[in-house]
């Protein structure tokens, strides 16, 4: 058997170096990769991800639960085809209904295979280590055009012979072309993917974004010879899933489209291109077309109940049939896992499940929505971690033998694993009583919450409030942020906003839509609690649109939401510190904390930690009263995110009684907070706790208080007085807990806070490494001189870049506009020059 090596370009980043968790196929080597991974590369799913026609058009072949299945269109069974090793993903049947092309998640990779439907033999087609997805085969059956990252990491359309189960003479088809356009979200690398032949197998079609700032580009055709030169046929703004295929004539083609809505619908137009129109409608996803050999129906997926589901389409008429998987004949013996989370009071309690069996696949309930983590430890396991929602009580099918089980709620219990055997037919039913994390809290009430999520944002699923709360259940989180925001052209959840909170909320998940305003060239805002509307458009410098122009900036949109009584927040601010004696930067967070326009900070978010709060320490240095919060940007309807909600949670001090939301956020905005993704903290100095001030005349010894209980072990649990550590803390044995009661010289003003963290990541906190950190308690001393003059010119440095890029740039609409945010920066700039100065 000969197998086509196609060695990947793998990119190793510096984080890579500091931890142990590294990204899911890191050898992609293009921005923003949670976006094409989630929208892109196909997910483990419990219900179908993409389907195929056989050539009689009576059944469909489709991927479901990492397997491949057949199922005629009129019977209720499926039957699996191929059951792993790894995740089996995107089948396409050749013309002759003898071959099965597939691409295979294992290994770390991406390899193409092929299945012959007669032995259910499988044979290997490509190796090496690349991604390669989205096989399809020519009208003939002997040539095969697939997407590949062999080439320095980038999406590219791959030609090869196919004959007998191997895949020989391949070649690159598209060839790699840079782009000088100011792509933001996408590469400066144009990408070509979702290949498919013209039915006289003569051209491809494809989806290309070159020459084009935003998506992922229109629609070409080009010959199916390497070197050929290609023609757009048509544009409008794609986003990974168009997914075009022909009609069986060759006439039309049908696609993927949200052209003018929130929601991909089913489309078709001239296969030379031309005006385009819907066939299908609805506020959810249908996508992945295949149009059936015999012309009269095609098959898509749907996320309309919420999970993935598989339907077929007449055409003519639009008749839609759901083709569903009544009953299942898999090729292992599988036997029946009824698992029941209790609570320490013994009633049952929703929490997070991993179930993994003895194959090293991931498993869930029929109907569950399946999540994958972002990054993995590879000595840890031979796959992300994956994991679904149960209410309590879940029933799943696995296969026989060994299955491992974890349990998490939240960060205020333990992390709970079980080993169990499975037998064939037999029902193995398994009770886990949850513990909680003990630890020395302190009496008063701390309301946790996450104030950085989207509850839909172009994912795999179809998310809704009712939804949302049990998300938040799950992970025993109070208070739910759902940040409405675009997706390009899209805005998802904007039917959703409301000033009030939403209906759907409980006495114990409370869920309030509000904004995430998305400039990248500034940086992004958190607009929280807007009390009449949402500020359009939600963004500002987005190149080659109506809203190019760098005006509004922050600042102006941090006053439209104030003047609203709304609360303002940098969110996932830093992924390094910034140089700005030696890098250009825009972005606005120091000019706009001076300019008093902010009200919180994600100290924890999806950013890294450290270099937030190194820049945080220096705000504070500098005299700023900015309170610590926590968002994960968690994306409620991923099937492959940085998640679970929660993830990156605050806590509150709130009065004791129901849960109130406006208590939340005042709680928040006076700073009486710690944010975290798995440590809890108490912090009490000169008997005040976070938000406080302690006043003292002159050089004394205070009252301390600090305690830690964590769900992980950590390194490190320490005191930190303005931006210098001022004491380690001894922890426990395990390193999971401390108490600590002393005394702490203070000897000028400023603040102190406490923080813990590890050196490396701990599973189950899906982050870089866990941390905590409390917002500060501020010593007030008359006379004493803190703030840090080194500190402040840092940030005049840093407000100078700014404004030297905001007075060369040409994306305002008028010099008024230009003048009157750099007026507001110079503003920011003289008052760090006079701390400074002193």
Aim: glycine share 8%.
């Amino acid at each position: 058997m000969r197998i086509l090596r196609f060695y990947s370009f793998v990119v190793v980043s510096c984080m890579s170096v500091l931890a142990q968790r590294d990204p899911v196929l890191k050898q992609i080597n293009l921005p923003h990769p949670y976006y094409y991974r989630e929208m892109y590369l196909p997910q483990l799913t419990s219900g179908p991800s993409a389907a195929a026609w056989s050539r009689d058009s009576k059944t469909l072949y489709y991927s479901m639960e990492g397997s491949l299945w057949q199922q005629r269109i009129d019977s209720p069974k499926a039957e699996e085809l191929i059951a792993g090793p790894g995740y089996n993903y995107q089948p396409d049947c050749s013309p002759d209904g003898r071959w099965l092309v597939f691409t295979r998640y294992d290994h770390d990779a991406l390899e193409l295979w092929a299945l012959e439907l007669a032995t259910r033999r499988a044979r290997q087609l490509t190796a090496g280590g690349a991604v390669n997805i989205e096989p399809r085969f020519s009208p003939d059956g002997t040539r095969l055009a697939f997407v590949s990252t062999s080439y320095h990491g980038h999406f590219h359309i791959f030609v090869g012979r196919f004959q007998n189960g191997e895949l020989s003479n391949v070649g690159q088809l598209t060839a790699e072309h840079v782009s000088p356009l100011p792509r933001y979200y996408y590469s400066r690398f144009d990408h070509e993917i979702s290949p498919v032949w013209s039915r006289d197998g003569s051209e491809i079609l494809f989806v290309s974004n070159r020459g084009h700032i935003h998506g992922t580009g229109g629609f070409w055709r080009m010959k199916a010879q390497p070197g050929a030169e290609g023609h757009e046929i048509h544009y409008e703004e794609t986003n990974w899933k168009a997914r075009p295929d022909f009609s069986p004539d060759g006439t039309r083609m049908v696609y993927a489209s949200y052209m003018g809505r929130a929601w991909h619908q089913l489309w078709v137009m001239p296969a030379s291109g031309g005006d385009a129109f819907p066939i299908s409608y609805g506020d959810f996803d249908n996508i992945n077309p295949r149009w059936a050999p015999d012309g009269s129906k095609i098959a898509f997926i749907s996320n309309r109940s919420g999970n993935t589901s598989l339907w077929v389409q007449s055409i003519p008429g639009g008749a839609q049939t759901e083709i569903v998987a009544r009953s299942r004949e898999y090729l292992r013996p599988m036997g029946q896992l009824r698992i029941r989370v209790l609570h320490p009071d013994g009633k049952l309690c929703p929490s997070r499940l991993f179930v993994t069996a003895e194959d090293g696949r991931a498993y869930a309930p029929d109907t569950a929505w399946i999540a994958a983590d972002d990054s993995f430890d590879r000595h840890e396991r031979a796959f992300e971690a994956h994991y679904f929602d149960s209410n309590g009580e879940s029933e799943l099918k696995v296969p026989s033998g060994r299955v491992e089980i974890g349990v998490m709620r939240g960060f205020e219990f333990q992390f709970e694993r079980q080993r169990v055997e499975i037998e064939p037919g037999k029902t193995t039913e398994v009770e886990i009583k949850l513990r909680p994390v003990a630890w020395k809290h302190s009496e008063d009430k701390w309301a946790s919450g996450d104030v950085h999520v989207h509850m839909n944002y172009a994912g795999t699923y179809r998310n809704t409030p009712a939804h949302l709360v049990e998300q938040a259940a799950a992970e025993n989180l109070s208070f739910i942020e759902n940040l409405v925001v675009n997706k390009e052209q899209r805005f998802p959840d904007i039917a959703y906003f409301s000033t009030a909170l939403d209906p759907a909320s409980t006495a114990e998940q409370i869920i309030q839509h509000s904004q995430e305003f998305h400039t990248s060239y500034w940086g992004h805002l958190g607009l929280l609690n807007l009390t009449r509307n949402l500020i359009l458009p939600g963004y500002a410098g987005y190149p080659n649109t109506a809203a190019a122009s760098l005006f509004p900036s922050n600042a102006d949109v941090a006053d439209l939401a104030h003047d609203q009584g709304a609360l303002v927040g940098y969110v996932h601010p830093l992924d390094e510190l910034p140089d700005p004696a030696k890098e250009e930067i825009t972005n606005e967070l120091p000019i706009d904390v001076a300019l008093g326009k902010v009200d919180y900070i994600e100290v924890l978010g999806f950013s890294d930690h450290k270099s937030t709060a190194e820049v945080w320490y220096k705000l504070l240095n500098c005299g700023f009263r900015l309170p610590a919060a926590a968002g994960t940007d968690f994306m409620g309807n991923f099937a492959s995110l940085r998640g679970p909600a929660g993830l990156n949670r605050v806590y509150a001090q709130v009065p004791p009684g129901a849960l109130d939301i406006q208590s939340w956020l005042r709680a928040i905005k006076s700073g009486r907070t710690f944010a975290t993704n798995g440590p809890l903290l108490r912090f009490e100095l000169g008997g005040q706790s976070p938000g406080g001030e302690v006043r003292v005349a002159a050089a004394q010894t205070l009252t301390l208080t600090a305690a830690m209980g964590s769900i992980v072990p950590v390194d490190h649990l320490q005191i930190i007085c303005n931006g210098r550590l001022a004491r380690e803390l001894p922890l426990s044995t395990d390193r999971t807990t401390a108490y600590l009661e002393d005394r702490l010289t203070i000897d000028r003003g400023g603040w102190c806070l406490l923080r813990a963290f590890s050196d490396r990541a701990e599973f189950p906190v899906l982050d870089i490494y866990p941390y905590a950190t409390t917002s500060p308690i501020y010593i007030n001393m008359p006379g004493s001189r803190w703030t840090i003059a080194a500190d402040a010119q840092y940030f005049v440095d840093w407000t100078s870049r700014v404004i030297a890029g905001a007075q060369s740039s040409g994306l305002w609409n008028s010099d008024e506009e230009k003048q009157n945010v750099v007026r507001k920066f110079d503003q920011a700039r003289r008052i760090f020059e006079k701390l400074a100065a002193r």
